[in-house]
């Protein structure tokens, strides 16, 4: 996988040498079997922003001659953890993804490991793309009120003004906003999605969002 970076420097040479590196040392190895996580959109070769940082991995991973298995998970449900104390403060939902009535996929990251796991006890030849999604997609409107039932507020989703972005992204420390601003833009016009049915495996994982946020709730 590629070490998270979410302020990367201007053109990505951390993840660019961690991916030459990465390559190398699995070359050396050979391994019966390799196993990467990427993530949707990760088939794009332009227009990903900080999902750029895989599609890297991926591409230097695509010479190795072993068995190769590319898990391409969907948005994090994990990611509402941001939202939680805003909306116990204000009632309020800050949100990036537009428009709020738009269902987009999320899953869950137990359900990623999960898969993770029973994907490296299998065996297989040439190259695998598995896309995960959880069991349902979700209103950013929808969010906002399984986050009210989980914190016990009436809370509802409002959209952060696109002329906000970079300033809220700096005050976040990122010297360099310009790849979270593309990658969130390229989530909203559908560019960041997965490919179409039947080009790879589709997983559907089993984690409601309801779980995720009760335990997130518990934390923040």
């Known amino acids: 996988m590629a070490s998270p ?25 050979q391994p019966g079997k390799v196993l990467m996580l990427s993530s949707i959109g990760g ?11 895989v599609y890297m991995l991926e591409e230097a991973l695509a010479p190795l001659t072993m068995p ?21 403060e204000t009632g309020e939902m ?20 999960a898969i993770a796991a029973r994907t490296m006890a299998e065996s297989w030849t040439g190259r695998r793309v598995i896309e995960i999604e959880g069991p349902k997609r979700y209103t ?26 970079e300033a809220r992204f700096r005050e976040q ?3 360099w906003p310009e790849p979270r601003i593309e990658m969130i833009e390229s989530f909203n016009s559908g560019w960041i999605d997965f490919e179409p049915a039947g080009v790879n495996e589709h997983l559907v994982a089993p984690t409601p969002f309801e779980t995720v946020l009760a335990e997130l709730a518990k934390i923040a």
């Open 173 to 175: 420390g990122a010297e």
């Open 94 to 113: 800050p949100s990036y993804l537009a428009p709020l009535d738009k269902p987009y996929s999320m899953i869950a990251t137990v359900d990623i490991g």
């Open 140 to 165: 950013q409107a929808e969010i906002a009120t399984l986050i009210g039932q989980a914190i016990g507020r009436t809370v509802v989703a409002k959209p952060v003004a696109r002329a906000e972005w």
């Open 43 to 53: 088939q794009r070769n332009y227009g990903l922003g900080l999902i750029t940082q």
């Open 5 to 29: 970076n979410f302020t990367p420097a201007p053109g990505f040479p951390g993840a660019r040498r961690d991916a030459t590196a990465q390559a190398a040392a699995i070359q050396r190895a």
């Open 68 to 88: 190769i298995a590319t898990l391409r998970p969907t948005w994090f449900m994990e990611n509402s953890l941001w939202d939680i104390a805003p909306a116990r």
